[in-house]
Antibody
Framework: QVQLVESGGGVVQPGGSLRLSCAAS????????MHWVRQAPGKGLEWVAF????????YYADSVKGRFTISRDNSKNTLYLQMNSLRAEDTAVYYC????????????????WGQGTLVTVSS | QSVLTQPPSASGTPGQRVTISCSGS????????VYWYQQLPGTAPKLLIY???QRPSGVPDRFSGSKSGTSASLAISGLRSEDEADYYC???????????FGTGTKVTVL
């Protein structure tokens, strides 16, 4: 079955950097786009970024554009999120999620989600 | 970036029918599929409805989705205590070139 396991979360100071990873298994990783979605404590879901199945197209929320970079390594079945210039408002649980559509040019929506990794930005 | 509007709360007694609305615009719901997620306390979201009205395998037929113009709705019939959760709608937004989620609705079973 589909498994998505995030790692790399932790406490970081404002202005710092962090790299999240998501190890995928149970499906053909190289055939599906992938999303990062975050949820601040006690708040709703906020989409962060999407990467096409082959890595050729990437999309970002305005709130993270220019600071975060989504990438993937299809040979390692792993998704990444490089987060730079972190702010207090980036504090959230970050979820990695598989897109519904196979070999799609753009995102549809997540179907399977990981359990999330907590990122806390605080001095 | 919540551009889809949902009521903050909804409630019902066991066995009742509850409906949750999701209001968007021509660039998201009006031109793309709508998805619904259920998030139980302390857990990751789970896909409940995809492509407006389709249920993934394992989702009870008590859950149903519909879409009309720039709005969508999720109906839960035969409400059960285990349905107490947060529910979110979502759609791709062509203007933003990104996914947008609804503001979320907390369902309480009285």
């Amino acid at each position: 079955q589909v498994q998505l396991v995030e790692s790399g979360g932790g406490v970081v100071q404002p202005g710092g950097s962090l790299r999240l990873s998501c190890a995928a298994s149970g499906f053909t990783f190289s055939s599906y786009g992938m999303h990062w979605v975050r949820q601040a404590p006690g708040k709703g879901l906020e989409w962060v970024a999407f990467i096409r199945y082959d890595g050729s197209n990437k999309y970002y929320a305005d709130s993270v554009k220019g600071r975060f970079t989504i990438s993937r390594d299809n040979s390692k079945n792993t998704l990444y999120l490089q987060m730079n210039s972190l702010r207090a408002e980036d504090t959230a649980v970050y979820y990695c999620a598989k897109d519904l559509s196979r070999l799609a040019a753009a995102g549809q929506a997540p179907d399977y989600w990981g359990q999330g990794t907590l990122v806390t930005v605080s001095s | 970036q919540s551009v889809l509007t949902q009521p903050p709360s909804a409630s019902g007694t066991p066995g009742q029918r509850v409906t949750i609305s999701c209001s968007g615009s021509s660039s998201n719901i009006g031109s793309n599929y709508v998805y619904w997620y259920q998030q139980l306390p302390g857990t990751a979201p789970k896909l409940l409805i995809y492509r407006n009205n389709q249920r993934p395998s394992g989702v009870p037929d008590r859950f149903s989705g519909s879409k009309s113009g720039t709005s969508a709705s999720l109906a839960i019939s035969g409400l059960r205590s285990e349905d107490e959760a947060d529910y979110y709608c979502a759609a791709w937004d062509d203007s933003l070139s990104g996914e947008v989620f609804g503001t979320g609705t907390k369902v309480t079973v009285l």
